[in-house]
């Protein structure tokens, strides 16, 4: 194929926006998919995508196209997901394309991911073409959703193509705006060889395979090729394409986009944004590939069974393959046991993560309530990081205690704005600016701490406003804030496990919150138990756990009332001298209900 006759672009969207089923009329369209094979949301391969209705990864596919113009093209598209937590999936689509169509539903008009991947594919330079979709509806407003992407996103949507995915309706034209607006591929097929590594994903059989976009030169069965980042020399045994599925060819040329097996059986041999050249003749420097993406969410994974630790590091290294912005390392808890501290770019993320080592990995597991990580500048002007409460040094040694703040973008119908900030007050949030899309569509943005964002403002947010509510969000620097580590004490005993970090206004009514759930989950024991939430030396709360009565009056039936009183009197110095002595042994089914997400708090 030639070079002139290659267009790579992807689709871009707010979530529900229709991205999928837009892939889906352009497969059938271009005769890629049989019709006997058709399916809705045919590129959602994966069983957690299907089910939840949401895109997770990017997914590749090729499609031929004979255009109006009597050529034949082929167009390399790439499905991307819409939701904020898998804007590093976006970004990683985007470095393989030349241009993205911009999709906007006609009926809720621009919504916070649009804008933020539409500025995302403006600052890599590539071609961005708005579509307006879901014209069919009765509550279709075309016009005024150009005028939202003129106004908010700054694009010229006075040509936009008018769509409607689900009956097909101006597919026709978006190929060839395709075909026309967006720039064929540059490089050269002669130079050595450059090819960009945008994905990838384990197989059983075959070991590694790469997702590349060949950016100089050729790749070909047989050649011997290099990884850049890690040195790794291998020979490739068969390069392909995704017509969905793989379909193998003789070559990749430039502005290509496929897929190679070259026998890798180590995961760390083949990293995402890593660069693939020639072994023989290598290019001198890499490529640009990817800014390496900081975690802000952090949870622990352990497994149910202490047994199956091996088994949960093999699927997280896996996993990691396919999903390059998971980041983990090996930790103890005195509760759990062995396991990892994961770290992901969002709730979702972490959700989605779990569910996938579950399904894909067969790995029983438990997560541990999402944290963030503070900083601590100490008395003597050190500061240091504090990713569980137990890291917190003493009271009296800290100085400065810093949190992770973003910035909140929330598009709202006007009527929800009053309840909105007050949810976002309550979270403590900070006002930066509100603007009027339209008479009825509002954009506030706000600083917030971090913590706050990811414990239940989602759904908060979603209960407020009915769903009409959508966001963004970007991580901004972490900031000074009054924050205490809340202990909690057992019969005295500090447990660490239960320890959390939280603003001081706050602390009372969550320290209330976790004595009263670990009365409920602690047996009763022989002797008072009491619990006791404490900031440093303080304590705010307590409750107790009630003391086990053995019926010693049982066998006293009638006879002076001085027999009953000294039994009672001997069971109650029996209880005093146990209190003194006595262990509490937390069950591990305690250490479990207690740190494991709630799935109805969550």
């Known amino acids: 194929m030639k070079q002139e006759n290659i267009r790579n672009f992807c689709i871009i969207a707010h979530i529900d926006h229709g991205k999928s089923t837009l892939a889906d009329r352009l497969l059938e369209r271009t005769n890629t998919v049989a019709p006997r094979d058709m399916k809705q949301q045919l590129l959602d391969s994966l069983s957690l995508e299907r089910e939840r209705g949401i895109t997770i990864k990017l997914v590749p596919v090729r499609m031929d196209y004979h255009a109006a113009d009597g050529r034949d093209y082929v167009l390399n598209l790439i499905d991307t997901p819409g939701h904020v937590d898998f804007g590093y999936e976006v970004s990683r689509s985007l470095a393989a394309c030349e241009g993205a169509l911009l999709v906007v539903d006609s009926t809720q008009g621009v919504e916070a991911q649009t804008v933020a991947n539409a500025y995302q594919a403006i600052e890599q330079g590539l071609e961005v073409l708005p579509v307006v979709n879901k014209i069919d509806l009765p509550s279709s407003r075309p016009d005024s ?96 394409v995704f017509r969905p599925g793989f379909t193998p060819v003789e070559r990749l040329g430039p502005g290509e986009v496929g897929y190679i097996c070259a026998s890798v059986k180590t995961l760390a041999e083949a990293r995402v944004g890593d660069t693939i050249t020639d072994a023989s003749r290598p290019t001198l420097t890499p490529l640009s590939g990817y800014r390496k993406v900081k975690p802000v969410v952090f949870c622990g994974f352990y497994p149910v069974e202490r047994d199956d630790y091996p088994q949960l590091r093999d699927a997280l290294e896996k996993l990691c393959l396919n999903d390059a912005a998971i980041a983990y390392e090996p930790e103890t808890s005195v509760a759990l046991g062995f396991g990892f501290r994961c770290g992901f770019l969002g709730l979702l993320h972490m959700d989605v993560a779990r569910e996938r080592l579950k399904r894909e990995f067969d790995v029983d597991l438990v997560a541990t309530a999402p944290n963030v990580v503070y900083e601590i500048v100490t008395q003597k002007g050190e500061t240091v990081e504090a990713h569980r409460p137990s890291d917190f040094p003493e009271v009296g040694e800290i100085g400065e205690i810093r949190e992770p703040f973003i910035k909140l973008s929330v598009f709202l119908p006007s009527e929800y704005v009053g309840k909105v900030m007050q949810l976002i007050q309550d979270k403590r949030g900070a006002y930066r600016s509100m603007d009027y899309l339209t008479l009825e569509r509002v954009r506030l943005v706000y600083d917030m701490p971090l913590s706050e964002f990811i414990v239940d403002f989602h759904d908060k947010l979603k209960s407020q406003t009915r769903g009409y509510a959508s966001l963004d969000y970007e991580f901004l620097e972490p900031r000074p804030s009054e924050l205490v580590r809340v202990d909690v004490l057992v019969n005295g005993e500090a447990a660490d496990a239960f320890s959390f970090v939280c603003h001081k206004d706050a602390a009372y009514h969550r320290g209330h919150a976790a004595v ?87």
Request: glycine residues 8%; proline residues 5%.
């Open 516 to 602: 009263t759930k670990l009365k409920e989950l602690i047996p009763s024991q022989l002797f008072e138990v009491p619990i006791q939430a404490s900031v440093g030396k303080r304590v705010i709360v307590r409750v107790n756990v009630k003391a086990l009565r053995k019926d010693v009056l049982a066998k006293c039936y009638g006879g002076d009332v001085t027999r009953k009183r000294k039994l009672l009197e001997k069971q109650k110095e029996g209880k005093k001298r146990m209190k003194q002595i006595g262990k509490v042994s937390i069950p591990q089914e305690a250490f479990l209900a207690f740190l494991q997400i709630d799935e109805g708090e969550k």
């Open 145 to 240: 959703a150009k005028k939202e992407i003129a106004d908010v996103v700054g694009l010229d949507a006075s040509d936009a193509v008018l769509t409607s995915a689900k009956d097909g309706t101006g597919v026709d034209e978006i190929l060839e705006r395709v075909v026309t607006a967006v720039p064929p591929p540059e490089g050269d097929p002669s130079s050595p060889l450059e090819a960009l590594i945008f994905d990838s994903v384990y197989d059983n059989y075959r070991g590694v395979i790469c997702y590349v976009r060949v950016v100089n030169g050729v790749l070909r069965p047989g050649q011997s090729i290099l990884f850049m980042a890690t040195n790794g020399r291998y020979p490739v045994d068969e390069v392909g």
